[in-house]
């Protein structure tokens, strides 16, 4: 199985900042690579796909950028309805696989 | 807009088959060219993979679980299922069924996910 390494874990950061969560394959995965949002008791949300794609609907203050191994994920300027973890995960390669997650927080 | 709705038991005893269907509203689940899948979440933890099935009919599994895992469609009914034998504590999860959104591994349609508990 591919492992996907995100950094860091949990993050607190203020209203305004941006933010950036990274993301490393064990392998290349060239652009398939996912980034996901998570509230707690609800289901992961789609925000990017093939590593720099927004989601229809998505906001865009929210951005994904790399390829091969190495991949990021940007708020420009966070909001507080940002709070959530956030997954990356890839699907050059069954299974697919996820992230550990990064939990962020408001400071 | 398709969505999806997770249903079956919110217990299962260990040793025995947990079972869970998904009933997809908005679209027809034979229509396109779609896999359905079924993630699984324990709490506090991470997101696991657990299989797919193409609107073919094909299938694949996390070779962690494959030994164990049956997923199936009914189009009838809209449906696909999961069945995972033989569970212990370990399969604990909220389990969500999803729809990729253009026939890759982008899951852009999620159920809202349902608690099962493997207890005695």
């Known amino acids: 199985d591919i492992q996907m390494t995100q950094s860091p874990s949990s993050l607190s950061a203020s209203v305004g900042d941006r933010v950036t969560i990274t993301c490393q394959a064990s392998q290349d995965i060239s652009n398939y690579l996912n980034w996901y949002q998570q509230k707690p008791g609800k289901a992961p949300k789609l925000l990017i796909y093939d590593a720099s794609n927004l989601e229809t609907g998505v906001p865009s203050r929210f951005s994904g950028s790399g390829s091969g191994t190495d991949f990021t994920f940007t708020i420009s300027s966070l909001q507080p309805e940002d709070i959530a973890t956030y997954y990356c995960q890839q699907y050059d390669n069954l299974p697919p696989t996820f992230g550990q997650g990064t939990k962020l927080e408001i400071k | 807009q398709v969505q999806l709705q997770e249903s079956g038991p919110g217990l299962v005893k260990p040793s025995q088959t947990l079972s869970l269907t998904c009933t997809v509203s908005g679209g027809s689940i034979s229509s396109g060219s779609y896999y359905w899948s079924w993630i699984r979440q324990p709490a506090g933890k991470g997101l696991e993979w657990i299989g797919r099935?193409?609107?073919?009919?094909?299938?694949n599994y996390n070779p962690s679980l494959k030994s164990r895992v049956t997923i199936s469609v009914d189009t009838s009914k809209n449906q696909f299922s999961l069945k995972l034998s033989s569970v212990t504590a370990a399969d604990t999860a909220v389990y969500y069924c999803?729809?990729?959104?253009?026939?890759?591994?982008?899951?852009?349609?999620w159920g809202q996910g349902t608690l099962v508990t493997v207890s005695s």
């Open positions: 099935i193409y609107t073919s009919g094909s299938t």
């Open positions: 999803a729809r990729d959104r253009d026939g890759s591994g982008s899951y852009g349609y």
